[in-house]
């Protein structure tokens, strides 16, 4: 399960907007896909569940995926949230 | 893609609604509304929202989520609605969420091609959701 530790670059951390854009480009891919944070595990195709994570600036989130396109989902997801989500740490 | 009706008292309160929805979810969603009265008053028109249900359900194959505020609202949508064709309202689904909570979440669902059932479900988890931070 390939996995990638994230540290939230947006000033507002994970919030709607950005939140939405993570539920579109991880909905492009089979695999499942989460995000940690806190304790908690989120799917990262669920806005009401991303949101729920409640994400502040600067915290450290994991996104993991498991599935056939486990490897692509991860790759994809960094490089389009990078603006959002800043470089892996 | 199904997309969205939005029912409102307030002519200005949907039309802010919908550019939210366009921001957090693209503008790849149809997104209508029907807020206040033919003269522009608050209140509700079961004309209007049939123009909307009209105009969402001519943009959306995969069929359209009604999400309204309070009161009359729910009453002027089942007039609009029985100005349907049946094949048409059978296209419809009337969502209880919470309005700006549902709307944005169903949009965002509808996005990236969900089924009528899945942006139904999507909206509903608005009813709930927490907005504060937990600790």
């Known amino acids: 399960m390939p996995e990638l530790i994230l540290t939230v670059a947006d000033p507002a951390g994970l919030h709607a907007r950005p939140a939405a854009r993570f539920v579109q480009a991880a909905s492009r891919f089979e695999s499942r896909i989460v995000i940690r944070h806190g304790g908690h595990e989120a799917d990262a195709k669920s806005l009401i569940a991303l949101l729920g994570l409640a994400i502040r600036p600067s915290s450290e989130i994991v996104l993991a995926a498991e599935g056939p396109d486990a490897d692509a989902a991860i790759a994809a997801l960094a490089t389009e949230l990078a603006p959002y989500l800043g470089v892996p740490s | ?135």
């Open chain 2, 1 to 135: 893609m199904v997309g969205l009706v939005l029912i409102s008292h307030s002519r200005s309160l949907v039309d802010g609604l919908r550019d939210m929805v366009a921001q957090v979810a693209g503008d790849s969603v149809a997104v209508e509304i029907a807020g206040g009265t033919d003269d522009g008053r608050l209140g509700t028109s079961a004309p209007r929202i049939a123009i909307a249900l009209r105009a969402a359900l001519a943009a959306s194959p995969d069929g359209v989520v009604v999400l309204l505020d309070l009161g009359s609202a729910a009453l002027s949508l089942d007039l609009a609605l029985e100005e349907l064709e049946s094949a048409d309202r059978a296209r419809v689904h009337v969502s209880e969420a919470p309005l700006v909570e549902g709307a944005v979440l169903a949009a965002v669902q509808a996005s990236v091609g969900a089924s009528l059932a899945e942006v139904v479900t999507a909206a509903a988890a608005a009813a709930t959701m927490a907005k504060l931070p937990r600790d």
